[in-house]
């Protein structure tokens, strides 16, 4: 089993940023994908960003040139630097887990419990 552990949300002004972060525990060996989907209510989950222990990054076009996700592979750690933060950011994003199914797109089976994000404009 995986755990992930969320740090970071919060409340803060349209304009501002915001530093998530996400460490993995327990087998974490065959981990190899890491990324952050948010959901409003209402409103299906959606990616934000993704990481491959390679160094790939993916990214939702909402947040490209806002947002920059990145990782310690020694610690199975990923943080998502949130900037110029829009109210239509504010959702719970959750940490995700899993591994690679092909070079650009992967299965996670791992979540973490959400961290609420709002942002008020």
């Known amino acids: 089993q995986v755990q992930l552990v969320e740090s970071g949300g919060g409340l803060v002004q349209a304009g501002g940023s915001l530093r998530l972060s996400c460490a993995a525990s327990?087998?974490?060996?065959?981990?190899?994908?890491m990324g952050w989907y948010r959901q409003d209510p209402g409103k299906q989950r959606e990616l934000v960003a993704a990481?491959?222990?390679?160094?790939?990054?993916n990214y939702a076009d909402s947040v490209k040139g806002r947002f920059t996700i990145s990782r310690i592979n020694a610690k199975k750690t990923v943080f998502l630097q949130m900037n110029s933060l829009k109210p239509e950011d504010t959702a719970v994003y959750y940490c995700?887990?899993?591994?690679?199914?092909?070079?650009?797109?992967?299965?996670?089976?791992?979540w973490g419990q959400g961290t609420q994000v709002t942002v008020s404009s």
């Open positions: 995700a887990a899993g591994v690679l199914t092909t070079p650009s797109s992967a299965a996670y089976n791992y």
């Open positions: 327990g087998s974490i060996f065959s981990i190899n994908a």
């Open positions: 990481i491959t222990s390679g160094g790939s990054t």
